[in-house]
């Protein structure tokens, strides 16, 4: 069985992912474990605190590719070299680079275009919600990167979901414009814009373009819809992700087989759907 867990980030990335036991960064991620379903150790994570565990933990859990995500916000930078150093030379890993228009000006489409045309990492993503001041997607600051991403020829990741510093910016409606501005774009939802599962799904259902990646979410209350739209129109708009460190990846992977969904299904969501973003061998 073939799995690209599209949200994977080692422990030692950042504080934020519990990099270091006992600040409250580390509480915190050991609450989110517990929140979304975590069962055994809330410190499973503690394994990937050096590449080489990380690398061992990806290994272990059976995934074909891990997706490290970046990001660039007014709270938390992962720098594109970073994400670059930690993937590169490893054919399990991919990067995505993170950037933000309205922190860097026209740099943010200068380093999108190293990042994927120099570096070679396999997307760029922007987190409109955790601006500051916080953005929809369809902000016109966004869209020299969605242009640049559709000229490249690689998909934008956004950042969506419950943790949006204020909610009302979770609103998944704004996407249209720019699903239909830029039609041959994918626009990958990380979070799936979960709890608004009914309206992501809407959007899904009327742009093609659009896919989502409930990953942690997807195993919490009012997460059903999706498989019932992945079991339908949604089976080629629909990719697996365990969010790791807030989740185990095996557990995920398993707790993802037993969701109900049709075997077509598992093997798009699990492999085939993320390997035509991206490029890869079927």
Avoid at 22 to 35: C, I, K, V
Avoid at 95 to 121: K, N, S, Y
Avoid at 168 to 196: E, M, S, T
Avoid at 227 to 255: K, T
Wanted: net charge negative.
């Amino acid at each position: 069985m073939k799995v690209i867990d599209m949200r994977c980030r080692p422990a030692f990335l950042h504080d934020f992912f519990g990099a270091t036991p006992g600040t409250p960064e580390y509480d915190t991620a050991r609450w989110l474990n517990r929140r979304v379903g975590t069962r055994g150790s809330d410190e499973h994570f503690t394994r990937s605190h050096t590449q080489e565990g990380f690398l061992a933990e990806v290994r272990d859990s059976g995934l074909t590719k891990a997706v490290v995500v970046g990001r660039h916000t007014p709270s938390q930078h992962l720098p594109i070299e970073h994400i670059h150093r930690i993937t590169h030379g490893h054919d399990a890993l991919l990067g995505i680079a993170g950037v933000d228009p309205v922190i860097q000006g026209r740099t943010a489409v200068d380093e999108a275009e190293r990042a994927i045309r120099e570096l070679g990492l396999a997307g760029i993503d922007i987190e409109p919600g955790f601006g500051s001041p916080a953005r929809h997607v369809d902000d016109p600051a966004y869209f020299p990167i969605y242009e640049v991403c559709a000229q490249l020829g690689v998909p934008v990741f956004l950042m969506t979901g419950p943790t949006t510093p204020d909610p009302r910016f979770n609103d998944p409606a704004p996407l249209a414009n720019v699903a239909r501005a830029f039609p041959q774009l994918p626009i990958v939802c990380y979070h799936g814009w979960w709890p608004n599962v009914a309206q992501a799904i809407g959007l899904a259902f009327r742009y093609e373009n659009i896919h989502l990646v409930p990953d942690m979410y997807l195993f919490v209350a009012g997460s059903k819809a999706y498989v019932e739209a992945a079991n339908g129109f949604m089976a080629d708009q629909f990719l697996f992700g365990s969010s790791y460190p807030f989740r185990p990846i095996r557990q995920s992977i398993g707790d993802f087989l037993e969701l109900g969904l049709r075997e077509s299904a598992v093997d798009k969501a699990l492999y085939g759907n993320a390997a035509r973003l991206f490029g890869l061998q079927p």
